[in-house]
């Protein structure tokens, strides 16, 4: 999940750092991906070292904000080739009111204003 920028922060245009954490109960973590487009499309994340199994994963990604509404998302694979599933997978698996192990994609709506609020897309 996106750590910075979320919830309750605002950001100004030009250059952010989208940080975060990943992790798996099943083993390393192999890859992070990052979108701004709500899902549309996906970019690598980088990694940050330690990485080790089952345990929290630090992960960055340059992006350049430009000022227009955005929607941001990071989603993590594991060595076992388990891949983050989105919400609507998650609610289609386990029902909408499941809220155990809850490990869907989270996103961040950041508003022209530069306001980062919480969304469920």
């Not at 192999?30 to 487009?37: F, H, M, N, R």
Request: hydrophobic residues 35%; proline residues 5%; aromatic residues 10%.
């Amino acid at each position: 999940m996106i750590t910075s920028p979320s919830g309750g922060q605002r950001i100004e245009p030009g250059f952010v750092e989208i940080r975060g954490l990943a992790w798996s109960g099943r083993g390393k973590i192999a890859t992070v991906e990052v979108s701004t487009d709500g899902g549309g499309s996906w970019k690598p994340a980088q990694l940050q070292v330690p990485i080790l199994p089952m345990c929290h994963t630090r992960f960055r990604f340059g992006w350049w904000w430009k000022g227009d509404d955005v929607l941001l998302q990071s989603r993590c694979a594991d060595e076992t080739g388990y891949v983050q599933p989105t919400r609507a997978a998650l609610v289609a698996a386990r029902g909408a009111h499941s809220s155990y192990h809850y490990n869907a994609i989270q996103t961040w709506k950041i508003a022209r204003d530069g306001q980062v609020t919480n969304v469920h897309i």
